[in-house]
């Protein structure tokens, strides 16, 4: 962010606040890819988090996610209160919004690890924010019937609009996950990328879940197979995992769901990923949207590929 | 006879001293709280060493291998449906992609060929690229060879 921009975000404040506080300390925080992150302190003693858009990564927007983090805020749930938001991108070039900083450890980029207590209030929260009656504070036509292959044709989609050539195995990820999509009893809010990484903490409770851009309404198992099979993977094993979750939400996921979802999630992944190429041609050549969009994208392509040849090799037919 | 000296600096040799001087000179002068500033710069270690090894991009040779694969099953239903035969890598990913996802479900003769024939040689030619590409993940999350 340049000068122009820097004051012309301290205006913009300063009229949202109805003060003339004046930004004292504006720092790049070490997380997210999908956004850039600022710490901002201002003159009067308040501090906020600015997050701001990198040219649609991930093809996600500022707008859903800074709405669904006010609906889980108003449902009780642990997140940054949300602020203002500046959706049209004229202020500093992106969207962006702005919310509370909270104080409060946040682990390390590339840390997975949380101390057994923490696991187990992640777990409890995670559970409680499926749990809530969302259809108090957000609007959707969504149903249980739907919930799962809209989401599968969402993140397709979005692959497509990202390149003009077809990726084969993404489309055989898609055809696979259509045809085994399991049955969903009750459309939640999953997070869409919960677990260590993505949660302020102080050390045995969670103060925050953070990182709400793929939050949607579906299936609650795509965030506990996410939290066990990748963003957890590192913090222990998946037996251990598995028999928390049974323990502290009552959650069993059974071999062919944790199959399922694994394969959902890095289609997903690799899907999502495939928009940090374009951002880097385009608006943002920084090095992390190249390797999230190459290397990142591949490796999940790959998973996919592995998972649906694993099940065919076991018996189900066509994978 | 020894190969004169080339004139010009080659990319490779740009890109090398790009990541040595990041890696030997810049990141060990970063503030110890510039986390960001740091990772970014050894994610572009990462990126500058993957410039100066990759070999020629390799999306041209991939189609025609998978045009050659698709036209050697001339009598497979699935690949009739998916691929009319044309041979630009577009219309071949097309086609590649539209017979896998037609061969899920199925265990008939048709599609067994499919992931018998054809999708080994795609998950082939991704594991060919990963093989190049590995080592930026290793950057991504901050750790380098050498």
Known sequence: ?319 | MAEPTPRALTDAEIHRSVAETLLHVIVPALRDDADWARAAAIQLVGLARYAATRGPDVSEGFAEELADVMATMANNEIVATAWGGDRSPRSVMDGAGRALALAVGRDDEHAVEIRSALRPVVVRQLDEELATTAPLVEAFRGRLDG
């Not at chain 1, 109805?18 to 600022?38: L, P, V």
């Open chain 1, 1 to 319: 962010m340049d000068e122009a921009e820097l004051a012309a975000l301290e205006s913009w404040l300063q009229v949202r606040r109805g003060s003339d506080a004046k930004i004292s300390e504006f720092d790049r925080m070490a997380t997210g890819n999908s956004r850039e992150n600022w710490f901002v302190g201002l003159s009067d003693g308040e501090r906020f988090v600015v997050r701001i858009e990198q040219g649609g990564v991930f093809g996600t927007s500022s707008a859903d996610e800074f709405r669904m983090m006010k609906a889980v805020q108003e449902l009780g749930c642990p997140v940054a209160p949300v602020r203002w938001i500046e959706p049209t991108g004229e202020l500093v070039g992106q969207p962006f919004f702005v919310m509370d900083y909270l104080d409060g450890v946040a682990t390390g980029r590339d840390d997975r690890s949380m101390a057994p207590a923490l696991v187990v209030d992640l777990v409890r929260r995670l559970a409680e924010l499926h749990r809530t009656e969302w259809r108090t504070r957000l609007d959707a036509d969504v149903t249980a019937g739907d919930a799962t292959h809209a989401a599968i044709d969402r993140w397709h989609r979005l692959y497509r609009s990202e390149t003009t050539v077809a990726i084969p195995l993404l489309e055989e990820g898609a055809a696979w996950l259509h045809l085994h999509a399991p049955p969903l009893e009750r459309v939640v809010i999953v997070h869409g990328d919960p677990g260590p990484g993505n949660v302020v903490h102080d050390g045995r409770r969670v103060i925050a879940f953070t990182d709400w851009e793929f939050a949607h309404l579906g299936d609650p198992m795509e965030d506990w197979v996410y939290l066990v099979t990748m963003r957890g993977a590192r913090t222990m094993a998946s037996d251990e995992w598995l028999a928390t979750l049974a323990q502290v939400a009552g959650v069993t996921v059974g071999a062919d769901e944790l199959r399922y979802w694994s394969v959902f999630n890095h289609f997903k992944g690799a899907c999502a990923n495939l928009t940090c190429r374009r951002v880097f041609r385009t608006t943002k050549p920084m090095p992390n949207l190249a390797l999230i969009g190459t290397a990142l994208h591949q490796t999940y392509v790959r998973e996919v590929a592995r998972l649906i040849g694993e099940s065919a090799r076991e018996g189900r037919e066509g994978g």
